[in-house]
C-alpha cells in the first residue's frame, strides 16, 4: 500500500523548506524579505527540523517491526514511513487489521492504493 501521492508532496515539501530554511542562510534571508508573516528565527526552524526527523525515524522503527511480524516487505515500509511519515503507518496498520495482512485496506480518508512488487 502506498499512500496518497498528496502526502509525500505535502510532508516531504515540507521538510525540505525546513531543512534549506534552517541550513542556507540566503534562503532564509530572501524568504523573510517577502513574506508577509515574520519567519521563526533559524535556531527554532532547526529544532523543529530536529522533532520531525525523530518522530520520522521512531514511526519508521515502528512499521518496521509491524512489517516483519507481518510477513510483508520490511524494508518498503520502513522507507516509505521515513518519507512520509504517519500517513504510511496508518496505512501499515489498516493493511495488517484485517485477517490477511496482504489485503487492501478499506475505505477511508487516507485512501491507500496498492502497489505491485515484483514476486
Same mark, same amino acid.
Do not use: C
Given at each position: ?29 530572501? *524568504? ?7 519567519? !521563526?528565527?533559524? +535556531? /527554532? #526552524? =532547526?529544532?523543529?527540523? %530536529?522533532? $520531525? ?24 515500509? *520502513? ?7 504517519? !500517513?504510511?503507518? +496508518? /496505512? #501499515? =496498520?489498516?493493511?495488517? %487489521?484485517? $485477517? ?20
Amino acid at each position: 500500500m502506498r499512500p496518497n501521492w498528496a502526502w509525500f508532496a505535502l510532508l516531504d515539501g515540507g521538510m525540505a523548506s525546513l531543512v534549506v530554511l534552517s541550513a542556507v542562510g540566503g534562503a532564509y534571508d530572501a *524568504v523573510t524579505r517577502h513574506s508577509p508573516l515574520p519567519l !521563526p528565527p533559524r +535556531r /527554532a #526552524l =532547526r529544532a523543529i527540523l %530536529a522533532g $520531525a526527523v525523530m518522530i520520522h525515524v521512531t514511526e519508521a522503527v515502528a512499521a518496521g517491526r509491524r512489517a516483519r511480524r507481518r510477513g510483508l516487505p520490511v524494508r518498503g515500509w *520502513v522507507l516509505q514511513t521515513l518519507a512520509v511519515g504517519f !500517513p504510511s503507518l +496508518r /496505512a #501499515l =496498520r489498516r493493511a495488517t %487489521a484485517s $485477517a490477511d495482512p496482504r489485503s487492501p485496506p478499506g475505505t477511508g480518508d487516507l485512501k491507500a492504493t496498492p502497489v505491485r512488487r515484483p514476486s
